[in-house]
């Protein structure tokens, strides 16, 4: 199973992600300037690998992660997800 | 496809070979600089000499490694205190290597190039935590005080 590049890419602008220009693509949420969470996008062709890695990177559990990716999980919920965990410090 | 590498996956000129099925009859041998000889079919000793490999090499040749540990970074001036455990799988037709303890992912067409992403991979992840050191949340806070167990800069 795989992740298009383009699921990807709504993630990065859904959670308005800021976006590093390296070799690959390395994003990163901030919440209030501090750096939260981080995942990357590599530049290779094709399908991303391994979409349960990825989730882990964003701290999702798998319905969260589905939600995120099939639009009903917004900012504000990620943003509430992440401070339930204790992520936004 | 079953995919089994041949040698040291860290030494130079490295072999990765692909094995179809669970005997070693075809494969198709990635060379180092990443260009491919023709599939074969090929009997156990022809790929013997074919791949320089060990007969034991061969025999062990079918299983893909379930884990390898990582013991080098790619990047001057860093160096791994300590080897790092990857875990070894498949997505489609890429090789994956994951990193459970830093939750850092690695891929590519051959386990050689996953490894090296991995590598570039971390090693960008190190480099981008130390320069924002200041303003981490607790979550990359925990990660950068992990990579610093591992990782150390050398001059």
Redesign the interface.
């Known amino acids: 199973m795989t992740l298009k590049r383009a699921e990807f890419d709504r993630i990065v602008t859904k959670l308005n992600l800021r976006v590093r220009q390296s070799g690959d693509l390395p994003v990163y949420f901030e919440y209030e300037d501090k750096m939260i969470v981080r995942s990357r996008r590599s530049n290779k062709q094709g399908d991303l690998p391994m979409p349960h890695a990825i989730r882990q990177q964003f701290k999702l559990d798998e319905d969260q992660f589905r939600d995120l990716l099939n639009c009903p999980l917004d900012y504000d919920g990620y943003v509430a997800i992440l401070r339930e965990k204790g992520l936004l410090g | 496809m079953v995919a089994a590498y041949v040698g040291n996956v860290y030494s130079s000129g490295t072999i990765p070979v692909r094995i179809a099925g669970s005997t070693v009859r075809a494969f198709r041998v990635i060379r180092g600089d990443g260009s491919r000889m023709d599939d074969a079919a090929l009997s156990r000793k022809e790929f013997v000499q074919r791949s320089q490999a060990r007969p034991l090499d061969v025999a062990l040749g079918v299983a893909r490694p379930a884990e390898v540990r990582l013991g080098t970074l790619l990047t001057p001036g860093s160096r791994l205190r300590r080897p790092i455990t990857l875990t070894v799988?498949t997505?489609?037709i890429?090789i994956?290597v994951?990193s459970a303890e830093f939750?850092e992912?690695g891929?590519?067409t051959h386990l050689t190039e996953a490894i090296a992403?991995f590598q570039?991979?971390l090693a960008?992840?190190y480099r981008?935590l130390s320069a924002?050191r200041d303003?981490?949340?607790?979550?990359?806070l925990d990660t950068w005080h992990r990579l610093q167990l591992v990782i150390e800069d050398v001059p």
């Open positions: 799988g997505d489609d890429l994956t994951w939750e992912l891929y590519g992403d570039r991979t960008e992840l981008t924002e303003r981490l949340g607790p979550g990359l």
